[in-house]
């Protein structure tokens, strides 16, 4: 270990803030893994930015134009400025970062890349992600003019970071698309993470998801490792076990969890534990009553059985009956290349349609969305492939 980091009770955040921000001031290469992006889109950025860049994926490529996107730890804006040219101009991008250093190398730059795209959709703020309701610039313009003395300010400073959460919020609830983030959620200590991901899932709007790349580890990283802020600040002793980070979202509300990318061979390995990059995509928006429209699902394989988040089991080729709300969001990604949807043929108003039991993992009978009298005999119809044309 470094003589700088020789004090294993040395802040955590302290040798975050100090590594990165030596980090803004030139490239360091030991920081988070190379990752190939699209050079179309790097071609409007300035150097001084893409040699600052300390990600491990590439969560851009899953974003869509007009959304609003937030990053969250965006250092010197390298993601930001991707994702505001694949979202356009009739989207948003907001940067989330804690380090003033970095803040400045992102800010100086973003009127360049506004003038080489042709608008301006990015902002930067200055906050902990794993606190998005407290602006810390506002705070900071705070104690401008009221220092910390004694115990009497540390509780007045208490009360107006409380104050700045519930009237200013740095991201006000359900207001963005997507969160993305690039080898950043490793970062925050281990007792935060739950909150870290309880506040990704409060800023997204129901239907919004994560994309979020970061460090993972095939073993539980050992409490010697921890302590270590060298191996911390360095994206290697924060990191969860892989199903450990899966659970993690699961835990805060999310569905429809899926690993989009995972590195074949680690990134680095310590002590024998294997740390490696892997991008995960998870979507919100399962709350909510559930209400019979007579709607069923039919899955298509290749699995005999799968159970979804909600505890449906559904078995291949079985007509499942369905909520209103599952059938709609098995009719969106990631599902919907995987089932067959059957509407009734009378659908019941909304807001007539009784509680559904969702629990229960029931079989929808044919008649109940053709009709009890449903007695139609039709002549034979040609059989053709979708897309297809039939003789």
Not at 63 to 74: C, K, M, N
């Amino acid at each position: 270990m470094s003589q700088r980091f020789a004090a294993s009770t040395l802040n955590m955040e302290d040798a975050i803030r100090e590594r990165y921000s030596r980090g803004a001031a030139q490239q360091e290469a030991n920081l988070c893994c190379p990752t190939q992006y699209d050079p179309k889109l790097l071609s409007a950025i300035p150097a001084e930015v893409l040699e600052r860049d300390y990600g491990c994926g590439d969560p851009t490529r899953y974003l869509r134009r007009g959304e609003t996107v937030l990053d969250l730890g965006s250092g010197a804006g390298k993601v930001c400025f991707i994702a505001s040219q694949i979202v356009g101009q009739s989207g948003n991008v907001i940067g989330i970062d804690m380090n003033d250093d970095m803040l400045a190398v992102a800010r100086r730059n973003a009127p360049v890349i506004a003038e080489r795209v042709g608008y301006a959709n990015v902002s930067f703020k200055k906050g902990r992600i794993q606190d998005l309701r407290l602006d810390l610039a506002a705070l900071d313009t705070w104690l401008e003019f009221n220092p910390v003395r004694c115990c009497a300010d540390l509780e007045q400073l208490e009360r107006q970071k409380e104050m700045i959460r519930e009237y200013q919020p740095l991201v006000s609830d359900e207001s963005v698309d997507v969160v993305v983030s690039n080898c950043v959620l490793n970062l925050v200590k281990s007792e935060d993470k739950r909150q870290l991901f309880s506040e990704i899932f409060r800023v997204l709007r129901r239907g919004g998801r994560s994309v979020i790349s970061d460090i993972v580890s095939d073993e539980e990283v050992p409490d010697q490792l921890q302590r270590d802020p060298e191996l911390w600040s360095g994206c290697i002793s924060g990191a969860l076990r892989e199903d450990k980070f899966l659970q993690a979202f699961e835990d805060a509300g999310f569905y429809g969890i899926t690993v989009l990318s995972r590195q074949a061979e680690p990134w680095r390995t310590v002590t024998g534990i294997e740390f490696r990059s892997t991008t995960v995509v998870a979507y919100k928006g399962k709350e909510g009553p559930c209400l019979d429209q007579k709607q069923a699902v039919i899955y298509r394989g290749p699995f005999e059985e799968v159970r979804d988040d909600d505890g449906h089991v559904l078995r291949r080729g079985v007509r499942v009956a369905v909520c209103e709300k599952t059938f709609g969001i098995y009719s969106q990604e990631p599902y919907r290349q995987h089932f067959d949807f059957v509407e009734p043929l009378v659908k019941p108003p909304l807001e007539e349609a009784a509680p559904f039991p969702c629990s229960k993992g029931m079989v929808r009978d044919p008649r109940e969305t053709k009709g009890q009298d449903y007695r139609l005999t039709t002549e034979a119809r040609p059989c053709c492939e979708p897309d297809e044309e039939c003789c």
